[in-house]
């Protein structure tokens, strides 16, 4: 009974192809989220939704576009994709947008070779 | 840039004694911490948090300490257990800002039976 869950777990993908990673939340929260985890293990924001509003937008390139299709659901596509998107991309979820207790998906770990 | 530093990649202890963790800040607006904890594959779990009106906060076996003066805060945990190996994540947050969490690069806690 999985409160976020995220697919793939893992994604080996060639230059410049087009991917998407899913997230799903089954706790009822109104806020989700994408972080990304680099090389040097830093966890960064990319993005926040707000009952599917676009909330937080960090500097990311515009080749990764999250799309939320409802409260429960926010997944990322990434278009072109380079060497250096290689990282594990972390779903998050929290009650609201003002709840900083987020609960965290396992995790998707995206190999661009 | 980071504003959330986590100086000690690794800490060893041995079951039963105490160990703590370190983390600091320098953004003065942050005023809101968390720690969070991480086993491999696994997504960050919420532990602890404090908010910047008080010096302590305990949970069971685990107690975080803030330092505004100092820019620092550290979390105990006594007694230390093999469970409580994992990576753990300082983060920190200003409420009312931009409300999203910058995070530490982690310090990996072995517990030693």
């Known amino acids: 009974d999985t409160a976020v869950s995220q697919t793939p777990k893992y994604l080996v993908t060639q230059m410049g192809n087009d991917k998407s990673i899913k997230c799903e939340q089954n706790l009822g929260h109104d806020t989700m989220y994408w972080y990304k985890q680099d090389s040097k293990k830093f966890l960064k924001i990319m993005f926040s939704y707000n009952n599917k509003e676009l909330i937080i937008n960090e500097t990311v390139p515009n080749r990764f576009s999250p799309k939320s299709p409802d409260k429960a659901h926010l997944n990322l596509h990434i278009n072109s994709l380079e060497l250096g998107d290689s990282a594990v991309y972390f779903c998050?979820?929290?009650?609201?947008?003002?709840?900083?207790?987020?609960?965290f998906g396992p995790g998707t770990r995206l190999t661009v070779t | 840039d980071q504003q959330v530093k986590q100086n000690s990649p690794s800490l060893s202890v041995q079951e039963g004694r105490i160990s703590i963790l370190n983390c600091d800040y320098t953004n003065s607006m942050f005023d809101y911490f968390l720690w969070y904890k991480k086993y491999p594959a696994e997504g960050p779990t919420f532990l602890i948090s404090?908010?910047?009106?008080?010096d302590k906060n305990e949970d069971g076996r685990f107690t975080v300490f803030l330092n505004k003066s100092a820019k620092h805060l550290s979390l105990h945990i006594v007694p230390s257990q093999p469970g409580d190996s994992a990576v753990y994540f300082c983060a920190a947050s200003e409420q009312g800002g931009s409300e999203k969490l910058v995070f530490g690069k982690g310090t990996k806690l072995t517990v030693n039976p």
């Open positions: 404090i908010s910047s009106i008080k």
């Open positions: 998050a979820s929290s009650q609201e947008i003002t709840t900083y207790e987020q609960y």
